[in-house]
């Protein structure tokens, strides 16, 4: 494929391509980034330098990238005063994704009404920085009637903010599915995982024009049931994998939407930093040479 010279960097981790989305003619941000920033292996693996603390780590990780998905608001509460320091150590152009949190989506329970004011209390502070909340389904999670209205419960509480959905069980692959989170202008998580039975497939289906959402975490088969993060998350990303994924996905919904974002999950020995560095590489130049770019 010969290299398009309509593709061109803009910020630090962000390409602009050219788009129609829905009739909306105008150009499409792409950026890529991570699910997470604040690992202490990848100073082991070198993507941070040695000896770097964890408070320094976000303002390392905006040298590479302008986006990252916040892990930390799946796994407690988000809080206003804990999102107001982090932004004063994070430059002015880095965006953010928020998870939802766990007892919203995997441990749901009777007080989930007050759980979601909550949530967007907390994440008050991130205000037009914020991308998406990101709603993370668990695999269990079947298209049944009650799933459905509660599903259904859970967008109502986030309305008036940007929303994602990560589904993983393949009975939401159908186009009602896709019709109604266009109406309600919500982005289906584009999901890459290992090909297993069961498992939701790999689409390249864009229901908000506004913003399209990939998340990559990997395809270790053998890891991905044990029940150990840092076995189903070791995977590293091959060129032919990542150049794949663009021609056969990326593209096709940046020409689809005005936005979009990336996110590698793999984190595992610092692999996610990488490729997703990678990644924007080869997105910057659609050539068999890699040419250099700064992120």
């Not at 459905?148 to 692959?173: I, K, M």
Request: hydrophobic share 40%; aromatic share 10%; with cysteine.
């Amino acid at each position: 494929m010969a290299a398009d010279s309509s593709i061109e960097p803009c910020r630090v981790g962000e390409l602009v391509y050219p788009s129609v989305a829905y009739g909306i003619e105008g150009p499409c941000k792409v950026s890529v980034g991570t699910c997470g920033y604040s690992y202490n292996e990848w100073v082991d693996s070198g993507f941070y330098p040695q000896g770097t603390m964890t408070s320094d780590m976000l303002a390392l990780y905006c040298s590479c990238f302008s986006v990252v998905e916040l892990n930390y608001t799946w796994y407690q509460m988000a809080r206003a005063e804990a999102l107001s320091r982090m932004l004063e150590s994070a430059p002015s152009q880095l965006l953010f994704s928020a998870k939802l949190t766990r007892t919203m989506t995997h441990d749901p329970g009777s007080d989930w009404q007050e759980q979601l004011l909550a949530f967007r209390q907390g994440i008050a502070p991130l205000k037009d920085r914020l991308l998406a909340i990101l709603i993370q389904l668990p695999a269990e999670f079947d298209r049944s009637v009650v799933n459905r209205n509660y599903l259904a419960g859970l967008l109502g509480g986030l309305e008036g903010l940007p929303v994602a959905v990560e589904f993983r069980h393949p009975s939401w692959a159908i186009d009602s599915v896709f019709v109604e989170l266009e109406r309600r202008e919500i982005s289906m998580v584009t999901v890459d995982e290992p090909e297993l039975p069961g498992a939701f497939p790999f689409l390249d289906v864009v229901t908000n024009p506004r913003l399209f959402y990939v998340r990559l975490h990997g395809r270790n088969v053998s890891g991905w049931h044990s029940g150990n993060m840092q076995k189903k998350f070791n995977y590293d990303y091959a060129d032919a994998e990542l150049r794949d994924v663009r021609d056969r996905h990326l593209l096709r919904m940046a020409a689809r939407s005005t936005r979009g974002v990336i996110f590698f999950n793999n984190h595992v020995q610092g692999r996610a930093p990488e490729n997703a560095k990678h990644l924007l590489k080869i997105l910057a130049k659609q050539g068999d040479s890699i040419g250099a770019f700064n992120g």
